[in-house]
Structure formats: structure tokens, C-alpha cells
């Protein structure tokens, strides 16, 4: 090696340490934008489907990622007439909210299942602002709707983003705390139908090491109806 490149090496060697801690921790905790506009053309299609077959109010809405995309509404609440699914993948938290009078006002729905996180995370969103969007989605639903409650789903653990799982955690502590404060919210963590013995995801639990399985979603449906059964619960005794 040259000296001039031994020196340049150096040099920059001791800029990189030099750097402060604190301005490296700020920059991790830098807030990603979301380009919403990807999502018009899923919305425009909600939007169709809502004018061929326009929506009931007092339903019950499915929204969020993929986790709901996929989820087979239809077949795990067969016996429920007014499920409706809102999933589109690949979404934030922030998107829901950018598209909440087109896609949720509509339904006017009763209650609403959310599931959104997940990809806030894997886009390295950290976790308190992940907690700050849902507290503005849930703003925006008291605001609009404010006798519909929501029933949020934790942000899942997965074989392919086990990595992670310890900022999901921290997202899903600090939602579930905003939860906790708000009678119209809930949070319903999932993680151990997902979870072995062990501690580490059930591979079998999903279909390609990210989305889950039919088995797991019978899993899921299972809690969430006796969610839905209690809230309507809730409802009927608040009711004078």
C-alpha cells in the first residue's frame, strides 16, 4: 500500500470514530416516509367493489397488510354476514390512515380488526413512531367514528423477519400501553400461536416464512371471534 492511500486510510479511519454517538443514535431513530401513492390502484379497486355491491353500515372491517389480505375472511367468519376485508399488501400503519375516508368511512363498520406493523419495522421505521402512527390511525377512527372500537392484532413474529422481532416488541409494548388507556381499543397479541416451546417461530405455522398458514389463520379466527363476541357484549350492556 502507498503511503498516500495509508495516510487517506487513516484519515478516514479517524473521522469514522470520531463520529458521535449520539448523532449515530439519531440517525437510527430518524422517521421513514411512506409513499402512499403505490396503494392507489388497490384502493381504486375497493372503491369499485363498494359501488357494485355498496357497503352495510355497523360491519365488521378487516384491514392492514398482508396478514389481512391473505386471511380468508370469508371462510374463517362464515357465520358472520358482515365481514368485510380491506387488506392490501405491503401497507404501513400510515397508509390506513392516508386512506381512511376512502377505505373505512365507507364501511362505517362497528368494529375494526387492524393489522399493520409489520412492514413499518421491515422498513426500518423504529418502533415508537410505528406506536405514534397507530395512535393517529385510532385518532382519526374516534374522530370520524366515535362509537367504533378497534381490535389491533400485534405485529407477528415470523421465521423469515425473526431478526426482528426485538423492535416488533418493542412496537407492540408501546401500542399495547395506548390501548390500555382507551376503552374503544385492543390489543390482542397472537405471538404465541406462532411461537413453540423453544421460543422461536413454528416454521409450519407459515407458508413462506413471512405469511401464515390456513392452520394458523383458523388459529387467529378463533380469538378474534371471541374478541368480536365480546365487544358486541360491551355494546349490548352500554346500551340503555
Known sequence: MSQACQIFLSIFMALLLATPPALAEEQQDQRVEIDHAKWESAIAAFEQQDAEHPPTPGGILFLGSSSIRKWDT?????????????????????????????????????????????????????????????????????QALPQTKIIYIAIKPSVSRWQLWPQMQQAN????????????????????????????????????????????????????????????????????
Do not use: M
Not at 208 to 230: F, I, K, P
Open 74 to 142: 370469508a371462510r374463517c367468519f362464515a357465520q358472520r354476514e358482515d365481514v368485510v376485508n380491506r387488506g392490501f399488501g405491503g401497507s404501513c400503519v400510515p397508509d390506513s390512515t392516508y386512506y381512511f375516508d376512502r377505505v373505512v368511512l365507507p364501511q362505517q363498520p362497528r368494529i375494526i380488526v387492524f393489522y399493520a406493523g409489520d412492514n413499518d419495522i421491515a422498513r426500518k421505521q423504529p418502533p415508537r413512531y410505528v406506536a405514534e402512527d397507530f395512535q393517529t390511525f385510532a385518532d382519526r377512527t374516534h
Open 173 to 240: 409494548k408501546l401500542i399495547a400501553d395506548i390501548c390500555a388507556d382507551d376503552e374503544l381499543l385492543t390489543f390482542l397479541d397472537l405471538s404465541d400461536t406462532l411461537l413453540g416451546e423453544d421460543g422461536q417461530p413454528i416454521p409450519e405455522r407459515f407458508t413462506d416464512g413471512l405469511h401464515l398458514t390456513e392452520d394458523a389463520y383458523d388459529l387467529w379466527s378463533t380469538r378474534v371471534e371471541a374478541q368480536l363476541v365480546n365487544a358486541d357484549q360491551q355494546k349490548d350492556q352500554a346500551s340503555p
